[in-house]
């Protein structure tokens, strides 16, 4: 590490700030597939003339945006990227994003006080920043789910519960792999209405059953022979997940099997180096949570009741399996 490397550390927010700011002010929208001025935009986005037109300026000079006699467009390469209406459309990871920045702008606080920082909503408000914060987690998922469900053999089950399974990507890629399997999301109510959407009318709508409820409080439906913890264990302490784990317990039949993905650390925390940053992330957002070994996710499997625990696949981020079996 020299000089010139700390410096381009300290002030890599700064680009991830310009264009998440353009995506939260819908500014990709606004333009569309047009060429436009910069008092048009101004019109359209209802904002401040000089204030847009430096954000304009930034986003041009990343490559954002196009330039052309002081009339600004979104690249023709990025255009599916950045629209709303566009099924492979990277804008909800944006919104999650930012909602990160403004949390880790207080980790000095939060490591002083050991108190997550306190919530704080974007211009698009608290239900807007929940509903994205869902969606961009199927858009982190979807490019790894198959890949990794190869790795894992793929498991066999004939009914799979996943649990905090949002919006239902990977019920679908198990589903994918187990045509005649069927499967139960089970997630809090915003997240179930999410997976309704993306299986009303598809080939899956009457092999999949959504359940709301809250896997603090309520117990989980029971009868599955397969159970999968998609990035959850990170946003507890293992007190929780031994709960949660229990209760994932009692929800199998007798022999049934869980699957936990998430980063799985060396024993030093310091490898694989995106997990020790994601530790970070679960201190300044959530008053529990972290990342763990797999000798410690081991151990609260075994304690849950679980026995044979496997590291099944190793990943340098969130793809890591942990598996066990129903003692």
Same mark, same amino acid.
């Given at each position: 590490m020299d000089e010139a490397q700390l410096h381009e550390i300290s002030s890599a927010f700064m680009p991830g700030c310009v264009v998440a700011a353009a995506a939260e002010l819908d500014l990709f929208s606004a333009l569309g597939d047009e060429s436009l001025g910069l008092d048009e935009l101004v019109d359209r986005l209802e904002s401040d003339r000089r204030a847009t037109r430096i954000?304009?300026?930034?986003?041009?000079?990343?490559? &954002?945006?196009?330039?052309?006699?002081?009339? %600004?467009?979104?690249?023709?390469?990025?255009?599916?990227?950045?629209?709303?209406?566009?099924?492979?459309?990277?804008?909800?990871?944006? %919104?999650?994003?930012?909602?990160?920045?403004?949390?880790?702008?207080?980790?000095?606080?939060?490591?002083?006080?050991?108190?997550?920082?306190?919530?704080?909503?974007?211009?698009?408000?608290?239900?807007?920043?929940?509903?994205?914060? &869902?969606?961009?987690?199927?858009?982190?998922?979807?490019?790894h789910a198959e890949r990794l469900i190869d790795q894992l053999g793929p498991p066999r089950f004939t009914h799979l519960l996943d649990v905090g399974g949002a919006s239902g990507t990977w019920t679908l890629a198990l589903l994918r792999a187990m045509p005649g399997a069927t499967a139960t999301i089970f997630d809090l109510p915003d997240a179930?209405?999410?997976?309704?959407?993306?299986?009303?009318?598809?080939?899956?709508?009457?092999? &999949?059953?959504?359940?709301?409820?809250?896997? %603090?409080? =309520? =117990?989980?439906?029971?009868?599955?022979?397969?159970?999968?913890?998609?990035?959850? &264990?990170?946003?507890?302490?293992?007190?929780?997940?031994?709960?949660?784990?229990?209760?994932?317990?009692?929800a199998l039949v007798p022999g049934g099997r869980v699957a936990i993905r998430d980063v799985v650390m060396e024993a030093s925390r310091i490898e694989p180096p995106l997990g020790a940053l994601f530790a970070v992330n679960m201190l300044v957002g959530t008053a529990t949570g972290g990342t763990f070994t797999f000798d410690e996710l081991a151990e609260d499997l075994e304690a849950a009741g679980f026995t044979e625990p496997t590291l099944a696949v190793r990943d340098a981020g969130m793809n890591s399996v942990v598996t066990a079996a129903k003692r």
């Open positions: 954000l304009l300026d930034a986003l041009a000079s990343l490559g &954002v945006l196009d330039k052309q006699a002081d009339r %600004y467009s979104v690249p023709e390469a990025l255009r599916t990227l950045l629209n709303a209406a566009s099924p492979g459309n990277v804008l909800p990871m944006l %919104y999650h994003r930012m909602n990160m920045v403004r949390r880790w702008s207080r980790l000095a606080w939060v490591v002083k006080s050991g108190v997550p920082a306190a919530p704080e909503s974007s211009i698009r408000g608290a239900e807007a920043d929940r509903a994205a914060f &869902v969606a961009a987690m199927h858009t982190f998922s979807l490019p179930v209405e999410q997976a309704a959407r993306r299986l009303a009318g598809s080939e899956f709508a009457d092999r &999949v059953a959504l359940v709301a409820g809250d896997f %603090y409080e =309520d =117990d989980l439906p029971g009868g599955a022979d397969f159970a999968w913890l998609g990035a959850i &264990v990170h946003q507890h302490s293992r007190e929780d997940n031994r709960r949660l784990l229990a209760k994932v317990r009692a």
